[in-house]
């Protein structure tokens, strides 16, 4: 059974930092692509970032320089570093993977706010 648990998610000022990490379990982690998504309110849910199993990664404009995703095949854990955090940013983060069908986490909520 496939699971997803995302962790790490919170209150930043703007300019401030949070690291998102999802522990991964019930496939081969280290042979799958894994990504971040993200939900703003009201708006439509957008790819954040992808790592590739052999560490190839691509980032939304958005986020390219701020954003770093990274993966830790020991852990079965991927993780989104995020830097320089601005409002726009405020979302629910979902970890995804898709093993014939899409997998989803239940999501992390991050909030950008002074």
């Known amino acids: 059974q496939v699971q997803l648990v995302e962790s790490g998610g919170g209150l930043v000022q703007p300019g401030g930092s949070l690291r998102l990490s999802c522990v991964a379990s019930?496939?081969?982690?280290?042979?799958?692509?894994m990504s971040w998504y993200r939900r703003a309110p009201g708006k439509e849910r957008e790819l954040v970032a992808s790592?590739?199993?052999?560490?190839?990664?691509n980032d939304a404009d958005a986020v390219k320089g701020r954003f770093t995703i990274s993966r830790d095949d020991a852990k079965n854990t991927v993780s989104l570093q995020m830097n320089s955090l601005k409002p726009e940013d405020t979302a629910v983060y979902y970890c995804?993977?898709?093993?014939?069908?899409?997998?989803w986490g239940p999501g992390a909520q991050v909030t950008v706010s002074s």
């Open positions: 995804t993977v898709q093993i014939r069908k899409s997998y």
């Open positions: 790592i590739f199993g052999d560490g190839s990664t």
């Open positions: 019930g496939f081969t982690f280290s042979s799958r692509r």
